[in-house]
């Protein structure tokens, strides 16, 4: 089943994004709001949105997977690691994904490059996949956390999200 997603019933993410990077931004930021603010709200989650009360967790983040971003750069980040160490996750920028799986290299990705959003429900692990590439969301309320995560890729790329086979 493939999704889309708008704004209260209206496409208001299009008002917003007048052209400019700010319009991106603003997209971005309301999106991120929409899907991750319940998340952040309860800490078992993993899910981070400013302002970071915890800087040098989101410092490591940047250092393991988001070389050149700042903090006033991240939206919202997840970490995926057990101690909290922050060193495997995803942060969402005005215009990419970072992400690091445990044991793989860092990557990027322009929402503009997105093509396909797949989110895949597991029994203890929970996946959006993203172009073929597996996040993974291990901790927290996976199932939440990966559905957030399609919804905001597939809203802001425009391509929606599909729910996949286990």
């Known amino acids: 089943m493939k999704w889309t997603d708008s704004l209260n019933g209206k496409d208001e993410i299009t008002k917003l994004d007048g052209g400019s990077k700010d319009g991106v931004a603003d ?4 999106l991120v709001e929409r ?9 078992k989650n993993k899910v981070f949105l400013p302002p970071y009360e915890d800087g040098g967790k ?12 700042t903090k006033e750069d991240v939206l919202v980040f997840y970490d995926n690691t057990v101690f909290g160490r922050a060193n495997s996750g995803f942060m969402l ?17 322009f929402y503009s490059e997105v093509d396909e959003v797949v989110v895949r429900i597991c029994l203890g692990t929970d ?14 309320d996976t199932e939440k956390v990966a559905m957030a995560l399609g919804q905001f890729l597939g809203t802001i790329s425009g391509k929606g999200f ?3 086979e286990n």
């Open 93 to 109: 920028t005005d215009d990419a994904i970072y992400y690091k799986e445990i044991f793989s290299s860092n990557a990027r990705l």
């Open 58 to 69: 989101l410092a490591r983040a940047i250092k393991a997977y988001g070389r050149g971003l």
């Open 27 to 30: 997209r971005a930021e309301v």
């Open 162 to 164: 599909s729910e996949g």
């Open 35 to 43: 899907y991750f603010r319940e998340l952040a709200d309860d800490s």
């Open 127 to 140: 996946f959006c996949r993203v172009n073929g590439v597996d996040i993974s969301c291990c901790l927290g």
